[in-house]
């Protein structure tokens, strides 16, 4: 996650693209077979974002965890394997792989 060199700093010292990165390494550490993440790349940079992403399509692959994201970053979006467009709580669009294939988590 880019952050060996702040190892030793308490959270107070880190700048919020920092800490998000932090909140991710957090989340993953365990190994989840689910991950729910809201706005989760919303304060890094686009290197970055690619980095969370690459990390995200990587443990998917591996170890088949699940990503439930909420973003409007078209970053974001672009990698996703389905996509839900929710407006004022209602499901308006799903993509084509979407209707395809039911959604399932087993936890």
């Not at 107070?12 to 998000?20: A, E, T």
């Amino acid at each position: 996650m880019g952050l060996a060199s702040q190892a030793d700093y308490y959270p107070p010292r880190l700048d919020p693209g920092q800490s998000q990165r932090v909140a991710i390494a957090r989340a993953m550490i365990a190994r989840p077979r689910l991950v729910v993440a809201d706005e989760p790349a919303s304060r890094l940079d686009s290197a970055c974002t690619r980095r969370v992403m690459d990390l995200f399509a990587r443990e998917q692959r591996e170890h088949g965890t699940a990503f439930l994201i909420s973003t409007r970053d078209q970053r974001q979006l672009s990698r996703a394997t389905r996509t839900l467009q929710l407006v004022e709580g209602r499901l308006l669009s799903s993509s084509a792989e979407a209707a395809r294939r039911p959604l399932r988590v087993q936890l």
